[in-house]
């Protein structure tokens, strides 16, 4: 996930999860009363305000070691603060979807989560490409197959 912070004078720092140790994740869960990684994931999914900032407040740390998360706050988080899926985030996702969907033999399962993966995209242009790795650009909205 993508971590954005809009600052004051609209520039904007960028923090991907990906990039964080196995410390600072571990800080995150218990600076948000002992909150499981995976359900960290699923909140900043869902853009929590304590989770996006339980995020900038690790990556701040590593600067600021002195840094407490009870006192860390964001004024103005809604326009300020914002999580994003990245293309492993999407692969992962359509990766799992895809199994269930074969089985089934059915695209609909797929299309039915394209909208929202694309809203959660950081790089929309991700999701395509994804479908397309997967063999399904048909899915790809506008997109005309050449045998049609």
Same mark, same amino acid.
């Given at each position: 996930?993508?971590?954005? !912070?809009?600052?004051?004078?609209?520039?904007?720092?960028? !923090?991907?999860?990906?990039? &964080?140790?196995?410390?600072?994740?571990?800080?995150?869960?218990?600076?948000?009363?002992?909150?499981?990684? %995976?359900?960290?994931?699923?909140?900043?999914?869902?853009?929590?305000?304590?989770?996006? %900032?339980? +995020?900038?407040?690790?990556?701040? %740390?590593?600067?600021? @070691?002195?840094? $407490?998360? =009870?006192?860390?706050?964001?004024?103005?988080?809604?326009?300020? *603060?914002?999580?994003?899926? $990245? /293309?492993?985030?999407?692969? $992962?996702? *359509?990766?799992? &979807?895809?199994?269930?969907?074969?089985?089934?033999?059915?695209? @609909?399962?797929?299309?039915?989560? +394209?909208?929202? *993966?694309?809203?959660?995209?950081?790089?929309?242009?991700? +999701?395509?490409?994804?479908?397309?790795?997967?063999?399904?650009?048909?899915?790809?909205?506008? /997109?005309?197959?050449? =045998?049609?």
């Amino acid at each position: 996930m993508i971590i954005a !912070y809009r600052q004051d004078d609209g520039t904007v720092e960028r !923090y991907s999860t990906d990039d &964080l140790s196995a410390l600072e994740a571990a800080a995150i869960e218990e600076a948000m009363d002992d909150v499981p990684w %995976r359900a960290v994931e699923g909140r900043l999914q869902a853009q929590d305000p304590t989770a996006m %900032r339980a +995020v900038l407040w690790a990556f701040r %740390r590593r600067t600021e @070691s002195t840094l $407490e998360f =009870a006192t860390f706050d964001i004024p103005g988080w809604r326009k300020r *603060l914002s999580a994003r899926i $990245e /293309r492993s985030d999407i692969d $992962e996702l *359509l990766t799992n &979807l895809m199994t269930e969907a074969m089985a089934k033999n059915e695209d @609909s399962m797929i299309d039915a989560l +394209v909208p929202h *993966l694309r809203k959660l995209a950081d790089n929309r242009d991700d +999701v395509d490409a994804a479908l397309d790795a997967l063999g399904k650009g048909h899915l790809v909205k506008g /997109r005309r197959d050449s =045998a049609a």
